[in-house]
């Protein structure tokens, strides 16, 4: 009768006492069962317990001699507390699969890794939501078994739980009392956020068919992958950066939403300086060029008389290095950019970008220029002119000379550019602008 196993530790959990005075006398009955040493019979329902299907097949079984050793020395000491208590059943769970410092009950590692695949084993192939959940909410306080993390033992369930229809969504709102949302909550809560697969496996849960996935179940993706961020190392946060990059500037109609919901994730999470360089690298790279909006014939260096104006098709075209950059711009303003001294270089050639694209368009573009000399100028404000601490973290290649005199070259070698910085700073600013760059020359 092992098959009851899962379904009697589900209702330890219920907050009615008499549901778990039973549950405890079920436990007790089938742990009597196995009491006969070296009893080995088929188990009831096995490969047929949900049907004749895959499902059963699926299902993991445990030998009768481990499931008497397991409630012995794990489940049987603490049930009258579990009666007493509906919070209980979680600690006696985790004591009885990891263990504790204190454990002398001699269970090996081999029967707790066992006995915790087989409780996985019923939440994935079940057919009942809520069992599914309040087991969901009990496995989930156990980060790994050993080396191997919570969610390779319960990954189907995140396919399982991305693919209910709003059929099944009714049906256990219904019949079984079961919210999608807390159900989508537990199922996320599989992946384990150290778990060195656990933002890839997030990130591929939104590419997969976004069009047919429910609007909750991605934005529980996303609350989990919020969740995850703190855990992840440089280049895991790149990449899912870069990712969320890309989702959030698709001009696909169809996934708007998922879109947005990049944005607000990006906004709301601790970005890295090695992160937000490379966005704006993305903006500076030379694949990234606005020269080529314009004519070919006209692509040369003209004052602001002659500049070439693109045609209202190149226009549209424009937009989007513009949302690229009024996005980057708007992440690096809300991520403390003082932090980051190596940002400056990037920063000037973003402005005179978005100068030649104000020239082009035939567009103040008052508010991304705005932007950008705010950020330029919270930078050299964190750095007082006179400090050394600003050129050592502007350069640890010893090439500070050089990078000033690039931005300076490029501030006044474009009089449109220099006048229209002049025109977005009081005179104040622009001293304090200019005196960063001629710093170096005056030590």
């Known amino acids: 009768m092992q098959a009851l196993i899962p379904y009697a530790i589900s209702a330890l959990s219920d907050p009615s006492i008499p549901v778990r005075r039973e549950a405890a006398a079920l436990l007790t009955s089938i742990d009597n069962q196995y009491f006969i040493p070296d009893m080995e019979e088929a188990p009831w329902g096995q490969g047929i317990i949900y049907g004749d299907n895959e499902q059963s097949k699926a299902v993991q079984w445990l030998p009768g001699k481990d499931i008497h050793t397991l409630f012995d020395k794990g489940f049987m000491p603490g049930l009258e507390e579990c009666i007493l208590d509906p919070s209980r059943v979680f600690e006696t769970f985790v004591q009885t699969v990891k263990g504790t410092s204190e454990d002398s009950s001699g269970l090996r590692k081999s029967v707790r890794r066992d006995f915790f695949s087989f409780i996985c084993s019923h939440i994935i192939n079940t057919p009942l939501f809520a069992t599914k959940l309040k087991l969901l909410s009990i496995v989930n306080r156990i980060s790994k078994i050993g080396s191997t993390p919570r969610t390779q033992f319960l990954s189907p369930m995140l396919e399982q739980c991305r693919t209910i229809d709003s059929e099944k969504v009714k049906r256990m709102s219904t019949q079984e009392h079961v919210s999608i949302q807390e159900l989508e909550h537990q199922v996320l809560s599989i992946i384990y956020p150290k778990d060195t697969t656990a933002i890839s496996t997030l990130l591929s849960l939104l590419k997969n068919s976004p069009q047919s996935t429910r609007a909750s179940f991605i934005g529980a993706v996303f609350e989990r992958m919020k969740d995850t961020w703190p855990f992840l190392d440089e280049e895991k946060e790149l990449f899912a950066s870069e990712t969320l990059l890309d989702m959030c500037l ?35 790279s030379a694949s990234f060029n606005i020269d080529s909006q314009s004519p070919a014939p006209k692509r040369r260096r003209m004052s602001q008389s002659n500049t070439a104006v693109i045609s ?56 991304l220029l705005s932007l950008n000399l705010g950020i330029l100028l919270s930078i050299v404000n964190k750095y007082k002119v006179g400090t050394s601490a600003f050129f050592i973290a502007y350069s640890s290649t010893n090439n500070i000379y050089r990078a000033h005199q690039r931005n300076l070259i490029l501030l006044l070698s474009e009089p449109t550019l220099l006048s229209t910085v002049f025109e977005h700073l009081r005179v104040s600013r622009f001293r304090t602008l200019l005196s960063c760059l001629l710093q170096p020359w005056r030590q």
């Open 250 to 284: 698709s001009t696909n109609p169809q996934t708007e939403d998922l879109a947005n919901s990049s944005k607000e994730l990006l906004r709301s999470v601790d970005i890295s300086g090695p992160v937000i360089s490379k966005f704006l690298g993305t903006v500076t």
């Open 312 to 367: 209202p098709a190149s226009r549209e075209g424009a937009n989007i290095p513009l949302r690229r950059i009024s996005f980057i711009l708007e992440l690096i303003d809300a991520s403390q950019p003082e932090r980051f001294p190596e940002l400056l270089g990037g920063l000037f050639q973003t402005l005179a970008i978005v100068h030649k694209l104000k020239l082009q368009v035939r567009s103040e573009m008052s508010y």
